[in-house]
């Protein structure tokens, strides 16, 4: 199960932070990932989070702005995203998903590019406007 977090309404210049918890068969995946998707458009990857190394990748629209984590302490099951510089167009439903079959995660890794069909678990997502 993932559960989401953290997600409202925001100025633009503003911040925001969204949390994923993850529980049950997700709690060890090998990577986490957080997808958005505005009405009308396709499902987007923004931020993932490869748990076997620490490594992570973006999606060029939120570099530098946004940064995904995992908490290093007793609740490593949780993703934080960070997000800052809020821009009108981050409106969105954003999804915490997690699970990247081998064969998938070694493609990432190697071009740091991924898509919703990457990844197996989904949460329910949370919703981010900003005015």
């Known amino acids: 199960q993932l559960v989401e977090s953290g997600g409202g309404s925001v100025q633009a210049g503003g911040s925001l932070n969204l949390s994923c918890v993850a529980s049950g068969y997700t709690d060890s995946s090998n990577c986490i990932s957080w997808f958005r998707q505005a009405p009308g458009q396709a499902r987007e990857g923004v931020a993932l989070?490869?748990?076997?190394?620490?490594?992570?990748?973006?999606a060029d629209s939120v570099k530098g702005r946004f940064t995904i984590s995992q908490d290093k302490g007793k609740n490593k099951n949780t993703v934080s995203l960070q997000m800052s510089s809020l821009k009108p167009e981050d409106t969105a439903m954003y999804f915490c998903a997690a699970e990247c079959p081998i064969g998938n995660m070694v493609r990432i890794l190697k071009t740091r590019t991924w898509g919703p069909a990457d990844v197996t678990y989904w949460g329910q997502g949370t919703q981010v406007t900003v005015s």
């Open positions: 989070i490869y748990t076997g190394g620490g490594s992570t990748f973006y």
